[in-house]
Structure formats: C-alpha cells, structure tokens
C-alpha cells in the first residue's frame, strides 16, 4: 500500500506593501510599502448618488436622512422647500445691521475679492465675503518663498501684498455694489493713523459692507510690538476706528497670546461690534537641506485644520466674556467643525485655507447646516450656539490646565 503523501504545513499569510506573502517565502523579494502623505484637506463629493438611492426626508422637521453628508444625491423641490424655510440668518453687527443670510463667511487671504471664484462658485449664496487685507498704500509682499504646506495646514508669509485701498474702491468697489453678498474689507496698518485713514476712506462706499480689523501687525509707533498681543493697543486702534467710521466694525484676535480675554474686553469695550477668531499661529519651516529658513520672511501664520483646538479654546474663553458676537476661523474643513465652534459660542463660521483645495466648501456647509437643523426638527440654527458652554465662567487655560493638582 502506497503511503500517503505528507501534508506540507499551512503557510501563514503575511500582508507586507501590495504583496501577500508566505511565511516561508523569500521576504528579500517583498516590495516595502511607501507611504503617500495625504493633505489634511481634500475635497468631498457631497452629492454623489448612494448605492441605496435616495435619502428619505420627512418635510414635517422629523429626519433628513443622510442630507448633507457625503455620497448623497441633490434633494427635489420639496426637500429643498423644507430646508429653506430654515432660518439661517445672523445679525453679526446688532446696531448697525450687517445682516446676513447664513453664518458661513469666507476668511480673509483666502478668497481675493471674491470675483476670482466667481466661475467656479455662487458666491451669492455665502454669507459674507472677507476680502484680502488692505493697506493705505499699495504693498509689494514678502520675499518668496511665501508659502509651504504643512501637516495638517499650511505656513503663509504673504506680506499683506495688496495695491492700496484706493485701487482697492475704484477696482472692486462697483463689482460688490452689485452683488447681495456682503463684502467686508479687511483692514491693516503700520500705525493707528494708517488704519483710520483707511477706514474713513471706505466709509460710505457702496458695496462696502463693513471692516475687518487685522491688528497682528506691528505697531511701528511702538517698535514694532503687534497691536493684537497688547491690551491697551488693541484698545486704542480699534476706538481710533471706530470714531472714524460708523460701518459694522470686526476685529480679529491674534493666538499668540497668553490670555486672550482681556484683549477680547477690551475690544469690546472700545465699540467693536463683533470678534473674530482667531488670526494664523506664528510658526516656522525648515529648508529642505536645514540650513535656513525656508520662508524668505523667516516665520509664516500656520492655519487649517491643525490650529482647531487652538481655535475652539480661544472662542470657547471669549464667549464667557463678552456679548458681541463671535465669528470662528480656524482649521474649518466640514460640518462637524462648524458645529463644534457653534457649540462654543460662536455666532459664524469663516472658512479659510480649506478653500484652496475645495472652493465650494463654503456654499455646501449652508446647505449642510439646514439639512441638519431639519434633521433635529430646528427651525432655526440658534439653538445650536453655546451649548458647550460652561454656565459659570471658567478659568482661561493660561492658569496651567494641564496641570492641574
């Protein structure tokens, strides 16, 4: 009887790269596996139709199924007749009436003036458009390189490269006077002088909307410390504007602060009409070959989705000391993020770097907004501010949270 032939011993399969290879194999041959970094932001098909077909809406405010999020189709006429009744206004300036139709504005430095995605977005349906900062006079920029991604973002070192307020008016002023979309001008300066007198110049100008105060710029009257890292600064610039001019007036917060809150009441206090938060991080790149600077101004502002945390800490502060509106900036790339500065305080969201890699970003977080104001049977998306908030004001973090006893 001829014996049976020995089973040989089960091999054991090993993922390694692309390949499946057997224990016994000859793993000199395996190909290593290269790993691709991924950018932190990548664009999302909001509309694109599931394998199960069409979300289910029930237009009496119970559920939207699935509208909003990704892989879904267009919604009909009679969802999109539910979703509109959803009230998404927002007064971001209550005494003076900057009213807008959604809180999903775009940030400054990353729209232009807005006619630059005019064919490629409906930038009628955003909320507000706030376009690149101006100067007094016309700023050629920084020394490039003037830009580098980074994990999770991006470093820019711009320069405030624009032509001037004046080219600025005569350029864009009669395109914003058309538009519904309002337009705010964002505003920056050397000095207090520098920035009154561009705001007296946009004072009136029809299609001007209101003012952005960009204060993280060196006070050159004070060798060159940032208006935004000192309270008594920030007082005074944005007090000086405000006399200046009766347009809605914002100012925007710089991070790079110990302990923001006093700064944020004292803006107050000097007749600001609303916040914003929060301005880019001060950070740095390497050269490729680590023998210098890689940006040709040395240091950059670091923004998208890894200054998020930092973002939401400072809104979070901010809102449990004053009571002007909050408008969030910082690493808003979906729907989850808008809800988290929501959740915090925030009154409006600007979307900025995410932007550059999906332009119609802003319009869809609108949409998206409503679908899930419907889905939780809101009328309104109000509901939806400060529930993270503590209801006694708590210790900012610069009392050492991290270690706590």
């Known amino acids: 009887?001829?014996?049976?032939?020995?089973?040989?011993?089960?091999?054991?399969?090993?993922?390694?790269?692309?390949?499946?290879?057997?224990?016994?194999?000859?793993?000199?041959?395996?190909?290593?596996?290269?790993?691709?970094?991924?950018?932190?932001?990548?664009?999302?098909?909001?509309?694109?139709?599931?394998?199960?077909?069409?979300?289910?809406?029930?237009?009496?405010?119970?559920?939207?199924?699935?509208?909003?999020?990704?892989?879904?189709?267009?919604?009909?006429?009679?969802?999109?007749?539910?979703?509109?009744?959803?009230?998404?206004?927002?007064?971001?300036?209550?005494?003076?009436?900057?009213?807008?139709?959604?809180?999903?504005?775009?940030?400054?430095?990353?729209?232009?003036?807005?006619?630059?995605?005019?064919?490629?977005?409906?930038?009628?349906?955003?909320?507000?458009?706030?376009?690149?900062?101006?100067?007094?006079?016309?700023?050629?920029?920084?020394?490039?390189?003037?830009?580098?991604?980074?994990?999770?973002?991006?470093?820019?070192?711009?320069?405030?490269?624009?032509?001037?307020?004046?080219?600025?008016?005569?350029?864009?002023?009669?395109?914003?006077?058309?538009?519904?979309?309002?337009?705010?001008?964002?505003?920056?300066?050397?000095?207090?002088?520098?920035?009154?007198?561009?705001?007296?110049?946009?004072?009136?100008?029809?299609?001007v909307a209101g003012i952005e105060l960009n204060i993280s710029c060196p006070n050159v009257g004070k060798g060159g410390l940032q208006f935004a890292i000192d309270r008594d600064a920030a007082r005074a610039v944005t007090a000086a504007v405000r006399r200046a001019t009766?347009?809605?007036?914002?100012?925007?917060?710089?991070?790079?602060?110990?302990?923001?809150r006093p700064i944020a009441k004292a803006i107050e206090e000097a007749g600001a009409d609303a916040i914003c938060a929060i301005n880019t991080l001060s950070g740095l790149a390497v050269s490729p070959d680590r023998t210098r600077a890689l940006l040709g101004n040395t240091y950059g502002g670091l923004s998208g989705p890894a200054i998020k945390p930092v973002a939401l800490r400072i809104v979070y502060e901010v809102a449990q000391v004053v009571s002007i509106p909050i408008v969030a900036i910082g690493g808003v790339t979906s729907l989850d993020d808008v809800l988290d500065f929501l959740a915090c305080g925030a009154v409006a969201v600007q979307v900025g770097t995410a932007i550059f890699a999906d332009p119609e970003l802003p319009v869809r977080l609108g949409d998206e907004l409503r679908a899930e104001c419907l889905r939780r049977g809101l009328a309104s998306y109000k509901p939806l501010i400060g529930t993270a908030l503590p209801k006694r004001t708590g210790a900012p973090s610069a009392k050492g949270a991290e270690y706590r006893p």
Do not use: H
Not at 54 to 61: A, I, M, S
Not at 75 to 83: F, K, N
Not at 155 to 174: C, E, F, H, R, T
């Open 1 to 207: 009887m001829t014996p049976k032939k020995a089973k040989s011993p089960k091999q054991v399969l090993i993922r390694f790269g692309d390949m499946r290879v057997g224990k016994n194999s000859d793993r000199s041959k395996r190909t290593p596996t290269v790993r691709k970094i991924k950018s932190a932001i990548v664009p999302v098909d909001r509309f694109k139709v599931p394998a199960g077909g069409r979300p289910r809406v029930e237009t009496g405010g119970a559920a939207v199924a699935n509208l909003g999020a990704p892989n879904v189709v267009t919604p009909t006429l009679a969802e999109r007749a539910a979703l509109d009744r959803i009230d998404l206004t927002v007064d971001i300036a209550p005494e003076r009436g900057l009213l807008l139709t959604n809180p999903i504005l775009v940030a400054s430095g990353t729209f232009g003036y807005g006619v630059e995605y005019g064919e490629v977005v409906d930038v009628q349906r955003i909320g507000a458009i706030c376009c690149k900062g101006t100067t007094l006079k016309p700023r050629a920029g920084n020394p490039p390189p003037r830009v580098t991604e980074t994990p999770g973002g991006m470093l820019n070192s711009i320069g405030l490269q624009n032509p001037g307020v004046d080219a600025v008016i005569d350029k864009y002023g009669p395109i914003w006077r058309g538009w519904k979309v309002p337009v705010i001008v964002n505003v920056a300066g050397e000095s207090i002088d520098d920035y009154v007198e561009v705001a007296r110049r946009l004072d009136g100008v029809p299609g």
């Open 246 to 260: 009766d347009l809605p007036l914002l100012v925007k917060l710089s991070p790079n602060v110990a302990d923001v």
